[in-house]
T-cell receptor
Framework: SAVISQKPSRDICQRGTSLTIQCQVD?????MFWYRQQPGQSLTLIAT?????????ESGFVIDKFPISRPNLTFSTLTVSNMSPEDSSIYLC????????????FGPGTRLTVT | AQKVTQAQTEISVVEKEDVTLDCVYE???????LFWYKQPPSGELVFLIR??????QNEISGRYSWNFQKSTSSFNFTITASQVVDSAVYFC?????????????FGQGTILTVHP
């Protein structure tokens, strides 16, 4: 397994602003994922972030709204830009450990409320 | 396209009852992985089990057991002698090996409430 931390754990933001969420893993991983969980809903993949390449976004998610950085094998950030109340969700990062297996572990999540 | 269905939106039981959470999946791949995760009120997603499509043996871990049946595309989860601490949202998820990055497709989740 892996120890995954996220910052911040929660935040309340005003509409129109941006928030950057950090995800730190205690071991090197090739693939990191960002998921969104809207209130009372299931998890939806936003994008896959591989170190050294551009993030791959799922249908319905765009880079301008959710820019992602992956500067090294243990760290990634997700920015929620120009926020609206509809962006209020839990954002979770996930890693695949090790790269060849299909075990995926999740960070504790970031609870975002947009007012 | 892959799809996961958890038909039970909410289940309520009394402590010590057994409870089964259903999961039905759809995939065109012959090789895939199935997962169960637990999400307690704290919001963190806790990994419970991963099963690959070639291993249909049922698995037991303490009070937890999983029944994988490819013939019916089901991967059901049973909690024996439920406890209040089992109260959580449980998600079933699918990952197709053909998808190079192991994208997880989640079901809608089942809210389990165990009453004392």
């Amino acid at each position: 397994s892996a120890v995954i931390s996220q910052k911040p754990s929660r935040d309340i933001c005003q509409r129109g602003t941006s928030l950057t969420i950090q995800c730190q893993v205690d071991s090197q991983v090739t693939m990191m994922f960002w998921y969104r969980q809207q209130p009372g809903q299931s998890l939806t993949l936003i994008a896959t972030a591989n170190q050294g390449s551009e993030a791959t976004y799922e249908s319905g998610f765009v880079i301008d709204k959710f820019p992602i950085s992956r500067p090294n094998l243990t760290f990634s950030t997700l920015t929620v830009s120009n926020m609206s109340p509809e962006d209020s969700s839990i954002y979770l990062c996930s890693v695949k450990i090790p790269a060849s297996s299909y075990e995926q572990y999740f960070g504790p999540g970031t609870r975002l409320t947009v007012t | 396209a892959q799809k996961v269905t958890q038909a039970q939106t909410e289940i309520s039981v009394v402590e010590k009852e057994d409870v089964t959470l259903d999961c039905v999946y759809e995939t065109r791949d012959t090789t895939y992985y199935l997962f169960w995760y637990k999400q307690p009120p704290s919001g963190e997603l806790v990994f419970l089990i991963r099963r690959n499509s070639f291993d249909e043996q049922n698995e037991i871990s303490g009070r937890y057991s999983w029944n994988f049946q490819k013939s019916t595309s089901s991967f059901n989860f049973t909690i024996t002698a439920s406890q209040v601490v089992d109260s959580a949202v449980y998600f079933c998820a699918l990952s197709e090996v053909g998808t190079s990055y192991g994208k997880l497709t989640f079901g809608q989740g089942t809210i389990l409430t165990v009453h004392p």
